[in-house]
Structures are given as structure tokens and as C-alpha cells.
């Protein structure tokens, strides 16, 4: 039998999310609901207001990747644009925020539950940016892909956009969670979007065959520290608002995992031998979730080091 490609494995995993969702749903309307309390259950959002003009779309279910938007007399920005079966979610949730269209989007890597509505949005006239990799990636695919889930402007190291009387840096971090990462900083708001360079208290998934890497990861999240202070607000690829504490515990837990396996490779055990041994156990109530268990935060961490 095929073993999984890792965009498979998160496909099929998000799948199931979205099954559970419907499933979820479904059983509200036969339960003929009509508080306003159980409407917004239903709802694949939760949409809050950072700043005058900066607001958060925040999944609730970690399976698809946190959204925000800037909106403003000068156009309107969004960082990602999770998977199509969200569409309509995400059509509603944004109508919460502007009556505006979304001028451009900004893809932070490649994975489908980030960019999954490129091509419904560009086909409405917004612009898809991201960086290079995520283009050249998409194009070799083995699947044929649509021009317009393609970014269509594309940067090798940052961009920045003066927009709305904000700052926003695009900053690309070199083979992290996949090759072609960016994470977004607005520097008068004191806001950082990480894309999936952060987890909020999830183990991460580190997709080395996309060309992630493991110290690479950390580094990253350093980068993003160096950038915060205590009144940051953070928003994570998945999981829920977070802080310089959180990524702090979330750098901490990278590299005390880090050591641990890497002492465990140093004595000559086997990837299945450092499983049994379940090394990262003191971290399982804390960070692990149904997509990235321990065993696999494990197994990923013994082969990124490897």
C-alpha cells in the first residue's frame, strides 16, 4: 500500500475535521436550534477585533489555519484563506469585518488548509502573494493546478506594504515548517502573524519533505521573539491568540525536545526504539493534539535530526 504524502496526510486529516463539523452541524438542525448562542457554534469562525483595523479569524477547530485582515481606505488585506469547503464560513465571517472586497491575499507556505481559496478569490480580482516557492511548488504538483491558485506576485526574501496608515512587513524564513514561509509583521500595531511557524500549544508539524527543518523552525520562532514584547499579540497558524510567553514555552519545548531525541540518536537507537521509549511524554498533556500526537511529534523530530 501507498504511504501518504505529508499534503495527503494533512488532507485527509482536515477532512475529517470537516466531516465532524457537518456531522456537528447537521445535529444542531435537528435540534432546531434558533438561539444566537448555538448560530454562531455553527460557524467555522470566530471573528475578533484587534485594532481599529486589524481583526482575527480565528478557526474553531485547530484542522485549518487562522485567519486575519486589514482593512482600511486603502484596500484590504488577508493572510490566508483556508480550505474550500470554508468557503462560505469564510465569505460570512469577512462580512463581519468590511463590506469591502479583499484587494490582496497573502499565502504564509503552501499547504492547502492556508491557501485552499486562492483560486476563488482571484477569480473575483484579488491578488495572490506569496513567496516564490509556493508558486514553483504548486506548479510541480503532480496534479494539474489552476493559474489562479498561483501567486501571482511573488518575493525571495520580504515585502512590505504601506497600507491604511500600517506597516505590514512579509518576512520570509528560510526551510522552516516548508521552504517557503513568510510570517507577517505589523509594526505600529504590535501584531505578528506566524502562518504555521507557530502552533499555539499544538505540537507542530515540521514538513520535511516540503523542505522543512527542525532548527531551521526554531530559528524562526526566535526571529518572531525578537520582534515581540509583552504587549504582542500573536497569531498563530492554529490554535488560539497567543503571547511572547507562548512562543517563548513554544521555543522551549522545540529545543528540549530537540535535545532529548538527539541524546537518544547519539546512542544508536532506531527511530521505533526511541518511540517505545516515549521520550516527549512530558510535554503530552500540553501539546499534544490529534493531527501532530506524540508518537508522531516523535517520529518527526528523530527523522528531521537524523
Known sequence: ???????????MYNLKILLSLILLSSVSLMAHSSS?????????????QLTDNISVLIVNSSGAGNIAILTG?????????????????LKAAIKQVTDKPVDFIINTHVHGDHLGNNELFAKDG????????IRTRLLNKEEEVSEHMLPVITFSDQMTFHLNNHTAKVIHTPASHTDGDAFIHYEEANIIHTGDLMFNYLFPFIDI???GNIDNYIAAQKQMLSLSDDKTQIIPGHGPMATKADLQASIAMLEGSKAIINALIKQGLTEDEIVKKNPLQKYHDAWNWRFITTERMTRQMVKGLL
Open 1 to 11: 500500500m501507498r504511504k501518504q504524502t505529508p499534503e495527503e496526510e494533512i488532507f
Open 36 to 48: 444566537e448562542t448555538d448560530s454562531k457554534q455553527k460557524m467555522a469562525f470566530t471573528v475578533t
Open 73 to 89: 481606505e486603502d484596500g484590504v488585506i488577508m493572510i490566508d484563506d483556508t480550505l474550500p469547503p470554508l468557503a462560505d464560513d
Open 126 to 133: 484579488t491578488w495572490v502573494i506569496g513567496h516564490e516557492k
Open 209 to 211: 519533505a516540503s523542505g
